[in-house]
């Protein structure tokens, strides 16, 4: 019987996460684990209680990021505050310049991630990307790719119930 690496399931758990995001322009998921327990998840979306982008649509900053959510990121972190200190996180993309400040401070030491996503702003800084950034912050960054196609297509959102 083949059994599935903590990488993969970890990843898998993080692309369920992203299902729950708001934003249209991208669904991304975060999940935060600690000697190989998930001690957080976070997903894309307005503040508690207010609107979200799929329901008011995005609002989108001069060079196109869109500014009404938390990132799945930041939300994960918050949660468990202090307990970031030496977990890693997986997130379905690489995170935003905004994320990887937040990241580098939690004490996270590694990030996992899908999909590429390069933030103009880390060129602003100075950097070629975000993941030059985690690096000089001493955090670690690799691509574990994407989930397979099938997953996929397991899952369609007319699929989903909505009203549960
Ligand atoms: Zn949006
Ligand atoms: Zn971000």
Redesign the pocket.
Known sequence: MKRIKWKEYYKIICHYAAMRG?????KVGAIIVKDNNLIATGY?GAPTGMK???DV????DAEGH????VHAEANAIIKVGKECNGAELFCTHVPCIECCKLIINSGIKKVYYSNEYLDNRAQKLGYKSQKEFLKEGNVEIECLGNVNTQMKLNFKEEDWNWRL
Request: aromatic share 6%.
């Open positions: 708001t934003c249209p322009k991208a894309n979200h982008c799929y649509g995005c609002i989108n869109c500014i009404r959510s």
